[in-house]
T-cell receptor, first 111, second 111 residues
Framework: AQSVTQLDSQVPVFEEAPVELRCNYSSSVSVYLFWYVQYPNQGLQLLLKYLSGSTLVKGINGFEAEFNKSQTSFHLRKPSVHISDTAEYFC?????????FGKGTRLHILP | DGGITQSPKYLFRKEGQNVTLSCEQNLNHDAMYWYRQDPGQGLRLIYYSQIVNDFQKGDIAEGYSVSREKKESFPLTVTSAQKNPTAFYLCATDARGNGYTFGSGTRLTVV
């Protein structure tokens, strides 16, 4: 069965510091990978996606992620966070006609 | 602008009542999905539909029902059989490999 593991439920980081949110998936076949962001009481917004090609994917709001097939990881990074990045972030993997989501990582930006 | 409209934003249900959550889209996407979100649980799939007049159960379909009579609409009914319906409900459509587009959600509370 396919699954997505987000290794940290919460990540505190100081404003303007770099951040990495970790995601590992399990799958025996090629997959599509996604990161979504959710602000309080809102739906999810697509940050970036990996479908094929370059393993380094750039998304919106200065985020990027690197697909590592050997480690089955798709970690999300940002070199300098802002207070507006406070949100919950979800890693997701698609297979066939469904997308499976991780349990989310809450990013806390400290002043 | 194309998008997904979920209504109402907040909904209160009495014990033993059925309630229906609305999801309408004008993106011309074939596939539509309903997810339930609980704190720390991520998103869990309730039902999904690939085409009009057809739908499949997701991981937690018990106590819920859906219909897909029109491409644009995918309403979710939370029945009295759902013993713990308090949650945030999200509707999404599929852009075929481009990742899901989400509505802004409905927060259901049992009173």
């Amino acid at each position: 069965a396919q699954s997505v593991t987000q290794l940290d439920s919460q990540v505190p980081v100081f404003e303007e510091a770099p951040v990495e949110l970790r995601c590992n998936y399990s799958s025996s076949v090629s997959v599509y990978l996604f990161w979504y962001v959710q602000y309080p009481n809102q739906g999810l917004q697509l940050l970036l996606k990996y479908l094929s090609g370059s393993t380094l994917v750039k998304g919106i709001n200065g985020f990027e992620a690197e697909f590592n097939k050997s480690q089955t990881s798709f970690h999300l990074r940002k070199p300098s966070v802002h207070i507006s990045d406070t949100a919950e972030y979800f890693c997701a993997v698609s297979l066939d006609d469904k997308i499976i989501f991780g349990k989310g990582t809450r990013l806390h930006i400290l002043p | 602008d194309g998008g997904i409209t979920q209504s109402p934003k907040y909904l209160f249900r009495k014990e033993g009542q059925n309630v229906t959550l609305s999801c309408e889209q004008n993106l011309n996407h074939d596939a539509m999905y309903w997810y339930r979100q609980d704190p720390g649980q991520g998103l869990r799939l309730i039902y999904y539909s690939q085409i009009v007049n057809d739908f499949q159960k997701g991981d937690i379909a018990e106590g819920y029902s859906v219909s897909r009579e029109k491409k644009e609409s995918f309403p979710l009914t939370v029945t009295s059989a759902q013993k713990n319906p308090t949650a945030f409900y999200l509707c999404a459509t599929d852009a075929r490999g481009n990742g899901y587009t989400f509505g802004s959600g409905t927060r259901l509370t049992v009173v």
